[in-house]
């Protein structure tokens, strides 16, 4: 069963570049998905889309339901408390601790205190940072607080998270220590999309690939490799 | 309870914030201070000229003299047409015995000189002092008692009024311009500066969207925020003006060059001017809160 549906999907920007051209895909539930392909070829663009930071031009976008191509402004947290989003630079609350960055994501729903205190350790817990709940982000490794950003975006139990290019800030080891983290979360039945450049990783991970080229996608391998695909 | 808890969450979030971005809300509190200090002696200054301007126009009598040789009834028959003439607040007679008595108690010069007059050698008339409601129709009034029968001179500082109540009249229309003013240009500037600040936190804003905060969940803080900044700033200008109140009136003994000239009692003046002061700083703070934030949630 599809969680993501896109269809005849294009997204041309104001300056008249065009990213995506006439894009379909289907993403089912619990799958992990690499998104790779050379720079300016339209990953972010794509995945963007997805949590609705961009709009398409034209073309239809069902993610687990939600019409995103035609969700108001006002509309899109309705879609973000259904995914979880990390990125390259973390996105943290830099004057709030651990704790408090991974239980904002549950205080706008307004949760009892109790509640989001176990949920928040729990989560902790699952990145391995419940040691580290006090600290602030700046007092952290680079991987500790991808973890974090992790932690944040799964918090709410998403039944899927979309991942920018995690790693890419990050040396091997830790790369190698956030996938296991991510894959963890994958085999608990979170469907996972990630955008990376990295070649090891999806090497090693051997999961669904789909190569994007000008705007279009080029290949689609199930359980695959690119080490041959000269990008 | 979801609503208390979320509404709980901005109070705390919004006064954290303030601490922790404490650099940027000194800035915006110092803003605040800063005009309100400006504003609160504007409107010192308008309230004690008003206030002087109904002093000086409660004061004006209009001054009847009647003629020399009218008898007891003629004078009642003065005092019934003036109790008809319609505007006319209050009037009192002073008959000239009581008017020679009180001049020649005043001074030994008067006295010597009044008591060589005989009784019909005497200058001095009875005269009705009348108060008038409106002092724009003071005029009006004054020349209706002129045309009684028996009045000799009417005198109530004629021009002199005129140019008095034209003046009040300017100086109360420039006073409220200039507090409106002020108060409008002080919302923009302080709009401005928290909008600066805001914009330092345009990623925190991003990050709070990320995690699904609805617009609303996203604004509230902020507006919290902008009303604690506007109450922190007006703490300083209120303690100013309720010392600097006092000062002024003690120093002043109440009075302005002569006692004609009152200042406003500072109770309970002062604690009315805290409110609006107060009242000012926090509308003004949420204004420019909202303003700034309802700017990034644009995308």
């Known amino acids: 069963m599809s969680l993501i549906k896109m269809r005849h999907v294009k997204k041309q920007y104001k300056n008249g570049v065009t990213a995506i051209y006439d894009l379909d895909l289907d ?25 609705r930071e961009e709009r398409p031009t034209s073309g239809s976008i069902d993610v687990g339901g939600i019409d995103v191509a035609a969700l108001k402004n006002r509309k899109v947290y309705v879609l973000r408390r259904r995914i979880g989003v990390v990125f390259q630079d973390f996105k943290l609350l830099q004057k709030s601790t651990v704790f408090e960055n991974v239980a904002f994501a549950l205080e706008v729903y307004g949760l009892p205190k109790d509640e989001i205190y176990t949920k928040v350790i729990k989560v902790l817990d699952l990145v391995g940072l419940k040691h580290k709940a006090k600290n602030y982000p700046t007092e952290l490794s680079g991987g500790e607080q991808q973890r974090v950003a992790i932690a944040r975006a799964i918090v709410n139990g998403p039944k899927l998270l979309i991942c920018d290019e995690p790693t890419g800030n990050l040396d091997e080891g830790t790369s190698m220590e956030i996938m296991e983290v991510l894959d963890a979360i994958n085999q608990l039945g979170t469907t996972i999309i990630m955008v990376t450049h990295d070649t090891d990783i999806v090497n090693r991970m051997k999961k669904r690939v789909i190569l ?17 695909e000269n990008i | 309870m979801k609503t208390f808890r979320i509404f709980g969450r901005n109070v705390r979030d919004s006064v954290k914030s303030v601490f922790r971005n404490f650099s940027l809300s000194l800035a915006s509190i110092s803003c605040i201070t800063i005009t309100l200090v400006v504003v609160s002696i504007a409107i010192i200054l308008s309230v004690n000229v008003n206030n002087f301007a109904t002093l000086v126009e409660r004061d004006v009598t209009i001054v009847a003299f009647l003629d020399l040789d009218v008898t007891r009834q003629e004078i009642g028959e003065v005092e019934e047409e003036i109790n008809n003439i319609p505007g006319v607040e209050s009037y009192s007679f002073e008959g000239k015995e009581d008017i020679s008595k009180a001049m020649m108690e005043s001074s030994a010069i008067f006295k010597n000189i009044m008591e060589s007059w005989n009784k019909d050698e005497s200058p001095i008339q009875d005269t009705f ?48 311009g200039l507090i409106l003013a002020l108060v409008i240009v002080t919302a923009f500037l302080i709009a401005n500066t928290i909008k600066i600040t805001i914009f330092s936190r345009k990623r925190e804003i991003e990050i709070m969207r990320l995690v699904g905060a609805s617009n609303l969940n996203i604004k509230i803080p902020f507006i919290f925020e902008g009303l604690f ?40 003046f002062i604690y009315l001017l805290s409110f609006v002061l107060v009242l000012i700083g926090i509308l003004v703070g949420m204004f420019g809160s909202y303003r700034a934030v309802k700017k990034y949630l644009k995308i």
């Open chain 1, 27 to 51: 993403i089912h539930k619990g799958e992990f998905v690499f998104v790779i392909g050379p720079t300016g070829c339209g990953k972010s663009t794509l995945i963007k889309m997805l949590y």
């Open chain 2, 229 to 268: 900044l506007g109450v922190l700033g007006s703490v300083l200008p209120i303690i100013a003006t309720i010392y600097g109140y006092y000062a002024l009136y003690d120093g002043f003994d109440g009075q302005v060059i002569s006692p004609f000239i009152k200042l406003v009692s500072p109770e309970p």
């Open chain 1, 212 to 228: 994007l080229n000008a705007g279009r996608i080029v290949k689609d391998y199930k359980k695959g490799t690119y080490e041959h």
């Open chain 2, 129 to 176: 002092q009348v108060k008038v409601e409106d002092i724009n129709k003071i005029g009006n009034i004054a020349s209706k008692i002129k045309k009684i029968e028996n009045v000799s001179i009417v005198k109530y500082g004629q021009g002199m009024i005129e140019q008095l109540i034209t003046i009040f009249d300017v100086v109360k229309k420039i006073s409220y």
